[in-house]
């Protein structure tokens, strides 16, 4: 995977950092979270998506059908458009877009194609 001028080191992935599968209901484990699709949401010229919380009360869940293909933590990392992702935990999916949010930040990844 190729990051336009950017250096990345990455971390072991926690266990939980792990695309989720909603229920038979649709539900994806938490009625107040913000639901987004991966479809909706504007990439940058290298495909990075930023998500930024303000608290810890957040929660953010991405639907899409694009598979998951890596996921961790960046050690170090400036995104093209000059963000810094240090620390951040990613999502990169197999059309070539990759998602980063600060850890504390509660994000699931759940796959409508399952």
Do not use: K, W
Not at 18 to 44: E, K, T
Not at 63 to 85: I, K, L, N, Q, R
């Amino acid at each position: 995977m190729a990051f336009a001028e950017a250096r990345i080191d990455m971390i072991d992935a926690p266990e939980h950092l792990q695309p989720i599968v909603p229920h038979a209901d649709g539900d994806a484990c938490n009625g107040d979270a913000i639901s987004l699709s991966l479809a909706d949401l504007l990439p940058d010229s290298s495909g990075a998506i930023v998500i930024e919380g303000d608290g810890l009360d957040l929660s953010i869940r991405i639907m899409t059908d694009e598979p998951v293909v890596d996921t961790g933590v960046v050690d170090a990392m400036v995104t093209a458009t000059g963000e810094d992702v240090s620390g951040h935990t990613f999502f990169a999916f197999g059309n070539g877009t990759t998602v980063y949010a600060p850890r504390e930040l509660d994000l699931l990844i759940v796959n409508n194609d399952v």
